[in-house]
Structures are given as C-alpha cells and as structure tokens.
C-alpha cells in the first residue's frame, strides 16, 4: 500500500480535471441570451483569444531559448540534467493552459451570467461562481497532476533505476530538475500577470477618462469605443493571468516544501521520502475539499448575502481540509523526533507538522478577513476615502494612499507571527509546509476569485444590451462582492508568496553551500538595497506602461467620439476593434523589460558577486515586494469600491450623494490611479518575489560555496546516517549532523 501511495496524487489531480470538465459542460449548456447579447460576447471572446495568441508568439521564443540554455546548463553539474529543459517546458505550457482554461470558460459564462440575471441573483451567482469554479479546479487539477506525474518520473529515474539515496545527490538531482517545472510555470505566469495588467488598465483607464468623466456615459456603455477592450481586459487579466499566477503560486509552494523535505531523514514505511511526498498529497486532498466547498456556496433568495455564501463555501473547505491533515500526517511521518539541521538544528515531531500546516491555513484565512475589512463596501478604510471624496480629487488620493499604507501593518504582523509560529514548529520545513497548508485549497481560493471578473462582463453585457435595469442592479451586487473577493484573493496570494519565498530561500541557502547570510559584509548590504530596490522599478515600469497605453487609449476615444458622426445617438457603431488592437499591441510590447528584471537580475547578481550577496538581493526583494504587493493591492481596492459605493447613494456630511456628483467624480479619478495598483503592479509582486527565488535556486548548483561532486554527496550521507540511527530507529547526537547540501 505505502508503495503505491505515490501514484495518489496525480489521480487526485485527474478527479479534479474530471470535475472541472463536468461544471464546464454544465456552463455551456446554459441559454446565452438573445442574438444581442451573444454577439457582444462573441466580440469579448475575440478579442481575448486573439491578445492571448499574440501573447503566445512572443512567449514561444522566450520558452525555446531558455529551454534550450537550461538543457545546456543541465550538463555542466553533477545534480543536474538536460532533462530540466523539457521539465520547463511542461510547466510553461501548463501555466499557459491553466489561463486558457480559466478564459475561455470566463468568455461562456459571463453571457450566460447576464441571462441568468434576468430571472434571479441566485441564478446568476450559480451561473458565475460555476464558471469560477471550472478555473479553480483546472488550475489547481493540472498543478497536481503534472508535479505529481513529474515526481514520480523524476523519482523512478534518477532515484530509484540507480539505487540512489533519498537524502543525497540522488534525490537533489531529481527535484533540481523538477524545480524546472516551477521556473517555466512562473515565467509564464509573470508575463501573462504584467501583460493582461497592463491590457486591462490600459482599456480601463480610456472607457472611464473619456466616456465617464467626459462624454458622462457608463464605462459599459455600447457608445464607448473602449468598451469591448474593457470587457476583454477583464478576462485576459484577471482570469487568465490570475490562473497562471496562482498556477505558478501553488507549484512553487509545493517545491519549496518537497526540496525541504529531502534533508530530513525520516524512518518511515515510504522509503524515506514521507517529509518529500506530503505536501503533495496535501495539495491533492486540498483539491478535494475545495470541490466538497463549492457545492454550498449558493442562495435561497435574492435578499441573501452572496459574501457570506463564498466564506461559507470558503470555510468548510479550509475546515475540512485541518481535518483531514491530522491523520494523513499521523499516517504518513514516523514516530519519534525528526530534524533538518540547518536554523539551528531544530527537533520536531509529526505533530509540530501539523501544527505548522494548522498555522499556514490560519494565517491566509486572517490575511483574506483583513483584506477584506480593508476594501469592502461599508468598512471604515472605504467610507474615509469616500467621505474625503467630498472635497476633491487631491484628498480622494491622499486617502487612499494612507489606506493603502495602514492596510500593511496587520497583514506584516500576521506573516510575521506566522513564520515565527511556523518555525518553532517543525523548523524551516514547517514553514514551508505551512505555506503549502495555506495553498492547499486554492482551488476554492481561485473559483470565489474568478467568478468576480465574469460578473463584471455579465454586467457590461447588460449594459451595452440595452437590459432591464433590474438585470444590471444583479450583476452589480456580484461585481461589488467580485471587487472584494479579487482584493482578498490577491492578499492570499501576497502571503503565500512570502512563505514561499522564505521556504525557497531556505533551499537555495543549502544547496549553495552557504550557512548564513551576513549583512555585516559590505557587498551582502549592498545586495540587499538593490533588491529591495527591484519591487520598485518593477512597479514603476508596470504603472508607466499602463499610463501610455491609457494615453494611446484616450487619443483613440476621442478619435471616434470626433470623426465618427453618431455615436452619441447610436446612428454608428463604435471602431471596438481599434481600441482592441491598442491594448493588445502595448501590453505585449511592455511587458517585456519588467519580465526580464525578474527573470535577469538574480543570475548576474549570483554569477558575478556570489551566493551569499544573491542571498542578500533575495531578502530585499522579499521584504519590500511583500509590503509593495500589500500596499498597492489594498490601495487600489478600496478607492475602487469607494468609486462603486456612489452607485447606490452615499450620504456625507448629511447630504445624499449619487453617481454624477463632483465627489462621485473625485472617487472615478482614485479608482482611475488605483487601477495600475491592483491590476498590474500590484498582485505582479508575489510572481517577481517567487519567480526571483526560483531562478535563485535552479543556478544555485552553479554558483554554490561547497564541492558540488557525486562522490562529495555521498560520503556526507553516509556520516549522516552514521551518526542518526541506533538500531536502525532513533536518532542519536542530532547536533553533529551537518547537512550542507
């Protein structure tokens, strides 16, 4: 049975797909509207697959080169193969499906959403939060299937055929080439993230400037040249980069766990590798439970709360998995104290280890509550920007920059009372492995993200059809909850993307031989202020991007409001197709320079000062990405669910104030800036943070501090297990085990 135990995982990859499939099939077959509607989202689709193939040519030659200079790097070292190029590849074309499926559902379901509407809120919720939940269990089902299937092949290869040890040389080599599979699913992720940002915004920014704030006509409005280039940007951005986003999230997560894990010898009835499979499996039975959570997130009537029903949802699955976690741990780790030397030669116990996961599943459920509290509708932070509304755009901005900025400090202090926590737990491993607890129901994480974004297409659908004012009064109590949800969803994503990163540190540390990394030397402190520097010009770049775009988007509106006679009296159709074309050429163009800083920057640092100042560059990009990512994602929620409180009537100083209104349009102004923060720059920062320490740790071998020789490998395990068992069971004189490797 533990011999087969292995081959679980990838099957409970399947059985997602399988379900995935299913709900897909259900959201085609529901009735899409009148001819009206389904060729408005026949434009939508368009435009989507046509920036996505665009975007695919450009990657493709990214892809092949760097797959070809991996497999090359693969023969230089002992621990490493040219069998990580096609361990890259798999995971960039996965990374890239993962988004794909995640849009092309988003392009079914919004229409569908909109029809829906037309009958009920509980129809429309089950509509959209279906078509969410075919993106959350593909992505989630293929990260598990493919690190599953990969492992195992990884495993039988360059382990098991040549009776290696799975502490030493052996099992490193196979997870440096697995960690392969995580650096292409990153990549892609990055550039899907900064592309589809900036494609969004850019459409964004020109619908609200000309057609809100000049022309006085809804964003959605069918006038709106940009209207259609919205709509897209809302698929190609937030659903099919946030799919491969948190595709690359979660194999990250796992990866750093699994790369731990090798480095504790464990007696158990796996063949040792028990601390190495766990967080796989931790992820599969995650998966599991989040299809278990989907199924009661509903309403019984139109009058109920949608929030509530995702926490719902939400919560049992997290629930259920703390559950379940107990007795696979029991069942998995051996009796007695386990340790992995490096931090200080940390003892801990299987219980510690559940604690750990206990811990990570904690911290991302208070870093969604607090996001939440931070952006929702009604809470203080969104009701001060809003009462400073009142007094013009300058105050509106300064309001939102101090939530932006106040909203850092509880999420900090929970990151940090978690990794603490975390650690005296089960050591560096328990960090890791409380990441991979917090990841383990991204699936439902991912379904209650995505359904926001098809919401918003529902209601723009509605708008440009011309739909009873009802219809659209729905859609926009799904937009308002989709605003908070994405604003939580993506500081889950920023604290995962810490303990990741911290996890992944923790590996590049140990395989580049260092013990330590010392800010007293003058050349580490200066890595540190380079990479705390990078989450900045990152940042800088993505906003300037989006800025022209927008600048080209504007020109482009006023373009046709001018030389086209009757827009305004719907005697013409709007040239959709142009404002289309704009955003897609200038996302590809600009996406470019911020990929290659991310992608760039650790391998000259590493290859010409050193691992112990690469170390150092990893710390400050860490640090400041983190509170950059929290800052601009929290900043740009609020100001945008400020913007969206007008819509129903906000009272300030006693007066009433609507849509129209001069602080109505000091709010458009604020969700304008806030934009780039929450759409481009903003959640791009946990895929430079992991992405960072992923490159880090795959030319860790090449840069590292100790003799990096098979033979070299092998003589240190055999002093480990020399000096670790007495009778073949306990562990003796935990503190002269030295794992350096």
Not at 438 to 464: H, R, S, V, W, Y
């Amino acid at each position: 049975m533990e011999q087969m135990f292995i081959y679980i995982v990838p099957l409970l990859g399947i059985i997602g797909l399988v379900v995935m499939a299913i709900k897909s099939a259900w959201v085609t077959k529901q009735e899409a509207g009148d001819e009206n509607m389904t060729e408005l989202a026949g434009h939508i689709a368009k435009g989507a697959m046509a920036f996505l193939k665009a975007e695919w040519k450009v990657l493709t030659y990214f892809v092949v080169i760097a797959g070809i200079l991996l497999g090359w790097s693969g023969t230089l070292i002992e621990t490493s193969s040219p069998v990580i190029a096609i361990s890259f590849l798999i995971g960039a074309v996965l990374s890239a499906f993962a988004g794909y499926l995640g849009m092309n559902i988003a392009t079914k379901a919004n229409v569908r959403t909109t029809q829906a509407a037309k009958s009920s809120l509980k129809n429309a919720l089950h509509v959209s939060f279906t078509g969410g939940t075919v993106m959350g269990l593909g992505v989630a089902g293929l990260a598990v299937f493919g690190m599953g299937s990969l492992f195992i092949l990884f495993y039988n290869m360059f382990v098991v055929s040549t009776g290696g040890d799975v502490n030493g040389a052996a099992m490193e080599t196979a997870l440096e080439v697995l960690a392969g599979f995580s650096l292409g699913a990153e990549s892609i992720a990055l550039f899907a993230r900064v592309g589809g940002g900036i494609y969004t915004k850019a459409a964004d920014v020109g619908a609200d400037l000309v057609g809100k704030v000049e022309a006085g006509i809804p964003e959605d409005d069918v006038r709106n040249p940009a209207t259609i280039a919205d709509n897209v940007g809302d698929n190609v951005g937030d659903v099919a980069g946030m799919g491969a986003d948190l595709f690359g999230s979660y194999v990250a997560t796992i990866l750093a766990s699994m790369v731990l894990g090798r480095e504790i010898v464990s007696d158990d009835n796996f063949g040792g590798i028990a601390p190495v499979l766990l967080p796989l499996v931790i992820a599969g039975m995650g998966l599991i439970f989040s299809i278990v959570g989907t199924v009661f997130v509903r309403i019984n009537k139109d009058t109920d709360s949608v929030q509530t029903a995702l926490n719902k949802g939400n919560w049992i699955s997290i629930l259920l998995t703390v559950a379940a976690s107990y007795p696979l741990i029991m069942y998995m780790l051996p009796e007695g104290q386990l340790v992995l030397s490096r931090g200080g030669s940390i003892e801990f116990t299987k219980m510690g280890v559940f604690g750990a996961v206990v811990i990570g599943l904690i911290v991302g459920a208070l870093m969604s509550m607090i996001t939440e509290y931070y952006t929702a509708m009604g809470k203080r932070p969104v009701n001060s920007i809003i009462k400073q509304s009142s007094t013009g755009h300058a105050t509106n901005i300064i309001g939102g920059l101090a939530v932006g900025m106040e909203s850092t400090v509880l999420p900090i202090l929970v990151l940090a009372g978690g990794i603490y926590g975390s650690f005296l737990a089960a050591g560096l491993y328990g960090v890791a492995i409380a990441a991979a607890g917090m990841m383990a129901t991204t699936a439902m994480q991912l379904a209650i993200d995505a359904f926001g974004p098809i919401a918003d297409n529902a209601g723009g659908i509605a708008e440009m059809s011309g739909l009873p004012k009802e219809v659209r009064e729905r859609t926009d109590i799904l937009d308002a909850v989709g605003n908070t949800t994405a604003a939580t969803g993506k500081g889950f994503a920023i604290a995962s993307a810490a303990l990741t990163a911290l996890a992944l540190f923790a590996a590049y540390v140990g395989i580049a031989g260092i013990d330590s990394i010392d800010i007293y030397k003058a050349d580490v402190l200066a890595g540190l202020f380079v990479g705390a520097m990078i989450p900045f010009i990152f940042s800088s770049l993505a906003i300037a991007a989006v800025g022209r775009a927008a600048m080209d988007m504007v020109n482009e509106v006023r373009r046709q409001f001018r030389e086209i006679p009757g827009i305004m009296e719907y005697k013409n159709k709007p040239e959709y197709e142009k404002c289309v074309e704009i955003s897609t050429k200038a996302s590809i163009r600009e996406m470019v320079a911020p990929g290659a800083i991310a992608l760039i920057s650790p391998m000259i640092v590493g290859f010409a000062f050193g691992a112990e100042v690469l170390g150092g560059l990893l710390a400050g990009i860490t640090v400041s990405g983190v509170l950059m990512g929290i800052f601009q994602n929290n900043a740009g929620g609020a100001w945008d669910n400020a913007k969206k409180s007008f819509e129903k009537g906000v009272m300030i100083d006693g007066v009433m104030q609507y849509k129209g209104s001069d602080a109505h349009k000091a709010s458009v102004t604020g969700d304008t800036v806030g934009d780039p923060f929450k759409d481009t720059s903003g959640p791009s920062m946990n895929i430079l943070i992991k992405l960072t320490s992923i490159v880090a740790l795959v030319i860790a071998p090449h840069i590292s501090e100790r003799p990096h020789g098979t033979q070299a490998l092998q003589e240190q395990v055999e002093i480990k297990k020399e000096i670790t068992y007495v009778d073949g069971k306990k562990i003796e004189k935990i503190e002269k085990i030295v794992i350096t490797n």
